[in-house]
């Protein structure tokens, strides 16, 4: 029989996987409202594409998969309803059929100056001072890196 101490590693809570799996459920519901702020059909992976364009506009499809970490059979059916919905603009490239270039909407550009109040209202919710957020992040990102470098 194994060993209690053992059996512990077996425990809901003390699976890094669980913890970070209920963590991001729980900011995405602090999201949801803030974002209906915004615009009331906005959704947070749409909001995640917003954001990789706010910080550089005009990427590739191809780019974009790689900054969000998706594939194209995840992001290009995301992609086709934001276009729908008027928050950015697909475009093939002329020397090449395959490449689609991704540019955001003058009504995409306009949510960026709106969209200031969020990162606040995270730091608020989460009831902790923005250094020791921003240290977490990076810690996140370093793990996330890690686990991407043993998966591949």
């Not at 919905?85 to 490239?93: F, H």
């Not at 059929?97 to 003058?106: A, D, H, M």
Request: proline share 4%; net charge positive; hydrophobic share 45%.
């Amino acid at each position: 029989m194994s060993n209690i101490n053992e059996l512990k590693f077996l425990q809901l809570d003390s699976q890094l996987c669980f913890a970070l799996y209920s963590t991001s459920r729980a900011l995405t519901k602090i999201y949801q409202p803030l974002l209906k702020k915004l615009s009331s059909a906005l959704t947070y992976p749409q909001y995640l594409v917003l954001l990789a364009l706010w910080e550089k506009d005009k990427q590739t499809v191809g780019e974009l998969c790689e900054m969000l970490l998706l594939d194209t059979g995840t992001l290009t059916p995301l992609l086709k309803r934001m276009e729908a919905a008027g928050w950015l603009l697909r475009q093939r490239s002329d020397a090449d059929e395959r490449i689609v270039k991704v540019s955001l909407s003058k009504k995409a550009q306009r949510l960026q100056a709106k969209a200031l109040c969020i990162p606040p209202c995270i730091i608020e919710a989460s009831c902790s001072p923005h250094a020791e957020l921003m240290a977490l992040t990076r810690r996140i990102q370093i793990l996330r890196e890690q686990l991407l470098a043993q998966s591949a």
